[in-house]
């Protein structure tokens, strides 16, 4: 054998080992850097309410990466389902969300990069609360009688602790009977033809898929006087 040909040799072997040893160097698993919720590190979040999960990913070899979420209830709007997987570069925001039913939910995550057998994993705890609202309304007040008079009655202050939305229900009680405008917002409206103590009673409830509580129940009571400061 030629020395020309044991030198060519070498530099082949050579440039087999360096460029196999570089090969195997460059292929490196990916990095999860950062996993953040919109509702912050510890979420609590009502029946049916819904958490925006955002991934941000590093992978030193650009590779597409794919990942995979379980959730131990609810569903992720992407697939319907309890079970997410999709595809994506360095970040990717999916939302998931609460069942109706109150517990503590572990949302599991998978990355990898289809390369290295090495997955990323990492995941979120979340709780899904269920406490009744509390029904509240104004104060009770007197009001003079005129000819356009139209009395709002307010229970904007009526709240939900886990934040779902409340169904609003007023009753009458007493005083001549009135027509309740808009009776199932917080702020209905009826017009007061004579006077007198009219009385309404309110109650809320936070009903998701025809699931939850309703509230206590509060009364207000607004006085109609005549013209000349007299009730009824």
Same mark, same amino acid.
């Given at each position: 054998?030629?020395?020309?040909?044991?030198?060519? $040799?070498?530099?082949?072997?050579? !440039?087999?080992?360096?460029?196999?040893?570089?090969?195997? #160097?460059?292929?490196?698993?990916?990095?999860?850097?950062?996993?953040?919720?919109?509702?912050?590190?510890?979420?609590?979040?009502?029946? $049916?309410?819904?958490?925006?999960?955002?991934?941000?990913?590093?992978?030193?070899?650009?590779? *597409?990466? &794919?990942?995979?979420? =379980?959730?131990?209830?609810?569903?992720?709007?992407?697939?319907?389902?309890?079970?997410? =997987?999709?595809?994506?570069?360095?970040?990717?925001?999916?939302?998931?969300?609460?069942?109706?039913?109150?517990?503590?939910?572990?949302?599991?995550?998978?990355?990898?990069? $289809? +390369?290295?057998?090495?997955?990323?994993?990492?995941?979120?705890?979340? !709780?899904?609360?269920?406490?009744?609202?509390? !029904?509240?309304?104004?104060?009770?007040? *007197?009001?003079?009688?005129?000819?356009?008079?139209?009395?709002?009655?307010?229970?904007?202050?009526?709240? #939900?602790?886990?934040?779902?939305?409340?169904?609003?229900?007023?009753?009458?009680?007493?005083?001549?009977?009135?027509?309740? +405008?808009?009776?199932?917002?917080?702020?209905? *409206?009826?017009?007061?033809?004579?006077?007198?103590?009219?009385?309404?009673?309110?109650?809320?409830?936070?009903?998701?898929? $025809?699931?939850? &509580?309703?509230?206590?129940?509060?009364?207000?009571?607004?006085?109609?006087?005549?013209?000349?400061?007299?009730?009824?």
């Amino acid at each position: 054998m030629s020395r020309s040909t044991q030198v060519l $040799g070498l530099i082949f072997l050579f !440039a087999l080992w360096f460029g196999g040893c570089s090969l195997l #160097d460059r292929q490196q698993s990916p990095k999860l850097l950062d996993l953040r919720t919109d509702r912050g590190s510890e979420p609590s979040v009502g029946r $049916g309410q819904e958490v925006r999960i955002t991934i941000v990913t590093d992978d030193p070899d650009s590779d *597409e990466l &794919d990942f995979r979420w =379980i959730a131990t209830g609810g569903e992720f709007t992407s697939s319907r389902q309890d079970t997410l =997987i999709d595809l994506f570069q360095d970040s990717v925001t999916v939302v998931w969300k609460a069942p109706i039913e109150a517990g503590v939910y572990e949302l599991f995550l998978e990355v990898g990069d $289809g +390369q290295s057998e090495q997955l990323v994993t990492s995941g979120v705890r979340v !709780a899904v609360t269920q406490v009744p609202p509390v !029904a509240a309304v104004g104060p009770d007040r *007197e009001v003079d009688l005129n000819d356009s008079l139209r009395v709002i009655l307010d229970g904007t202050e009526s709240l #939900d602790p886990d934040q779902d939305a409340l169904m609003y229900f007023w009753q009458q009680l007493a005083g001549p009977r009135v027509g309740l +405008q808009n009776s199932n917002s917080p702020s209905p *409206e009826f017009e007061a033809l004579a006077p007198a103590d009219y009385i309404f009673e309110l109650r809320v409830a936070d009903l998701v898929d $025809g699931v939850g &509580d309703t509230s206590n129940v509060v009364v207000v009571k607004v006085r109609v006087t005549d013209r000349n400061g007299r009730g009824d």
